[in-house]
């Protein structure tokens, strides 16, 4: 009969083979897409880990990107006096393989007194100039690319908007010398307020600061930054003049430590969302914590990053006269 001696000598090699086996998939090249997060090699790591109560020492890479089109309404005789609200563009995600996903739509409210924003936590005030943005279905997410339609998917018609789809208002100031805006967020508490120098439409850059609700901003909130920056290509690359080669590159700015992010770009036609470095996420993280989420809300970060980025670039369209 086997001696105790083989069997524990067995039960070592066994062992250092699994650890082998383990070694191996982790510097094994990862095959990865751009909508499906999940890695073989490192979620058999992090169930090993799991089940044996080792705390993981790497967070799982990922990425986000996702591409929107932007769709305008026919257009319809105006009405002398608005009373209901107006459609001006609807955002469309393009998932691969997938049906376009109609995501928010942009409006502009009644000339009556609206009370749709009641439910912010700022309780801003919608002016005729201002224009808001409504969840009409959810996202289609990393983590939620199956190719299968969503459930509990809502339409919001013109006649019917509920405060629950209200997800951001944008707002010009009151003042005819104040060129600055503000957007403001249902779910967070501080909003976004673009700087007067900024706002400049000669100088093509609009930069967007964060405020708290008493109209102040702490050292924190002024380290981030979002700026949309003009540029403008022609069919070559080279620099060109004409408007309909006009495009904006999102930048996200850390000012303590002095670093620059590109995070997405815009058109006339759409958006393009791509964030693939950990030091760029961290960076949105902390801008994520900053405007302080709302007490109960899913604080996603890729949720929370596309409404962002379609507002933020809304409000620029705007300015730039795009929306028509």
Known sequence: MPSLQSFETR????????????????NRPIWTSPWSPRILCETTIATHQAKNGIPSSQPIKTKIQARFQIARPPP??????????????????????HRPVPVLEIWQPPLRKSKL?????????LGARDIYA???????????????????????????IQEKDLVAAMCQSSSSDNHTSSIYFRDTKCIWQAS???????????????????????PEQCRMIMQWEKRTLSADGNAAGS???EQFVLMAIDRKIRRKSRVATM??????????????????????????????CLADLETWLYTLVLTLGVSVASQEGWLG
Do not use: M
């Not at 058109?267 to 709302?294: D, M, Q, W, Y």
């Open 243 to 245: 408007p309909d080669n």
């Open 196 to 218: 007067a120098s900024s706002a400049v439409p000669e100088k093509g850059t609009y930069r967007f600061v964060i405020k708290k609700e008493e109209d102040t901003t702490g």
């Open 76 to 97: 319809k005789s105006s009405q002398l006096l608005r009373l209901s609200p107006k459609l001006l563009l609807q955002i469309q995600q393009l998932p691969p393989n």
């Open 11 to 26: 039960h070592k090699l066994i062992l250092r083979a699994r650890c082998q086996i383990l070694s191996n998939c982790e």
């Open 267 to 296: 058109t006339r036609g759409g958006f393009e969302i791509f964030v693939r470095k950990t030091s760029i996420l961290e960076h949105l993280r902390t801008c994520l914590a900053l405007t302080e989420p709302v007490s109960g």
């Open 117 to 125: 924003t009641r439910s912010f936590p700022q309780r801003p005030k």
């Open 134 to 160: 409504t969840l009409n279905e959810p996202y289609v997410i990393n983590k939620r690319q199956d190719g299968q339609e969503h459930s509990g998917e809502q339409e919001t018609h013109s006649n019917d």
